[in-house]
């Protein structure tokens, strides 16, 4: 008998929908689905896991705490509508910078925002057992606030994979993979703030493992020409899963002044201003 020649038992009656613990699902039954669950429309879906990735001192921060201000608060950015939702923000680099980013968006007039929560303890997300926490605490947070959506931020990917490579295609399958476990299990959208490599500003840095597995990548690209010294960014979409390209979102950073020292003199905060 050829081994290389397998034989399988015609289905019965009772033939399960799964195979191996996973549901199978009927291309013939299928029905697309004309609710697209969304934070950002267009741009950020829920359940979904993204990359915003810039070089260093582009802004990254600033515009992820931009981002993260107009979901807590439910402010639409621009012609893009948003969703509020409840905003849970990893800063491992520097959470006071976060906060004082956020401050000019969350402290404006009008309806009251809604949660913006700030953590500069870092999250491995190579390690399950990190990963099981922060979904039991995002999963009681809503619970315990009535969010209806959240956001989760992970600022920056070198400082969340603990001794992990970002160059290892392991360790970034890993790390990714658990950032869409977190999404799945929460009905999150997860995005990673992470840095691009020198001599190629229009990826993520390190394994392509990054890229692959996730399901939207946003490249953060200092403008050129003319801007009469304005600092201005783009936020390019270099892969989108689901959902064609959005086009390019544009923002301003500006020194905002939130007060005064006790000399008088004033305190400036960046702000990341959509255009």
């Not at 008998?1 to 015609?10: E, G, Q, R, S």
């Not at 960014?233 to 989108?240: E, L, R, W, Y």
Request: hydrophobic share 40%.
């Amino acid at each position: 008998m050829d081994n290389n020649i397998h034989t399988f038992t015609a289905p019965s009656a009772e033939f399960p929908d799964y195979f191996d613990g996973a549901n199978i699902r009927s291309a013939v039954d299928f029905k697309i689905a004309t609710a697209r669950p969304y934070l950002v429309k267009g741009m950020l879906l829920e359940g979904q896991v993204s990359l915003l990735c810039g070089p260093p001192n582009t802004g990254k921060t600033a515009v992820a705490a931009s981002i993260a201000a107009h979901v807590a608060r439910g402010m639409d950015m621009g012609r893009r509508r948003v969703r509020k939702g409840g905003v849970f923000y990893i800063a491992a680099e520097d959470a006071t910078g976060v906060l004082e980013r956020a401050y000019p968006f969350m402290n404006g007039s009008g309806e009251r925002p809604g949660a913006f929560m700030v953590s500069g303890k870092p999250i491995d997300l190579r390690d399950g057992s990190d990963v099981a926490s922060l979904i039991r605490w995002i999963e009681s947070w809503k619970k315990a606030e009535g969010h209806e959506r959240v956001m989760v931020f992970v600022d920056t990917l070198n400082l969340s994979v603990g001794d992990g490579d970002e160059n290892s295609a392991r360790d970034m399958s890993r790390a990714i993979g658990n950032a869409q476990l977190i999404a799945q299990r929460t009905r999150a959208h997860v995005m990673i703030v992470a840095h691009v490599p020198v001599a190629d500003k229009g990826r993520p840095r390190g394994s392509t493992a990054l890229e692959g597995n996730c399901d939207t990548v946003l490249i953060l690209r200092k403008h050129e020409g003319d801007s009469m010294d304005r600092n201005i960014v783009h936020v390019m979409p270099s892969k989108q899963r689901s959902m064609p390209k959005v086009q390019t979102v544009s923002f301003e950073l500006v020194a905002e002044t939130v007060g005064a020292d006790e000399d008088g003199e004033a305190i400036t905060v960046a702000k990341a201003l959509l255009l």
